[in-house]
């Protein structure tokens, strides 16, 4: 059995009596609580209620791809059409972003042909700031890392 074949059957749940009815999420392949995306109608965890407010945790599906993809936020924003085609999402996300919520873990279809971008760079030490990490601030002199926003804010609490 070829290796195509294999994936597809992992992907759908099919095994040697037939084909599995019970949906997967699209990310995790979990079955049991799911719903379908309100974005693009995909089977999801429905696990929304495991995230803890401003713990910033990854563990939710539904919010990962609700909040960290360029569909989810495509769809938050009502935006019309595709957001593959959307030059209002490419506008108002900055590029390093844009690349990232399209290219990300957290996406059913990824971004085809992201476009390039340098590395966003401290404005006051010049280190390489990745955006998508966070443990940054960003004001009038520009991006800051967490060391030159200490220095120049004072240690955060």
């Known amino acids: 059995m070829g290796r195509r074949v294999q994936r597809i059957k992992r992907m759908t749940g099919s095994k040697k009596g037939g084909k599995s009815s019970e949906p997967r999420c699209g990310l995790c392949g979990k079955r049991g609580k799911l719903t ?8 999801i965890c429905d696990d929304e209620d495991k995230y803890v407010l401003f713990s910033f945790a990854r563990n939710s599906c539904h919010r990962n791809h609700r909040r960290y993809t ?11 059409g595709r957001w593959q085609d959307c030059a209002v999402c490419r506008d108002e996300i900055e590029t390093e972003m844009y690349v990232h919520y399209g290219t990300n873990e957290y996406n059913f279809e990824k971004l085809s042909n992201p476009p ?25 002199k520009g991006y800051l890392c967490m060391k030159c926003t200490e220095k120049e804010f004072g240690r955060m609490p």
Not at 116 to 140: F, L, Q, R
């Open 36 to 43: 379908r995306t309100e974005c693009c109608g995909n089977w």
């Open 70 to 80: 360029l569909c989810g936020f495509h769809h938050t924003e009502r935006h019309e």
């Open 116 to 140: 390039k971008y340098e590395p966003t760079k401290c404005a006051g030490c010049g280190a390489v700031i990745v955006m998508s990490k966070g443990g940054y601030s960003c004001g009038p």
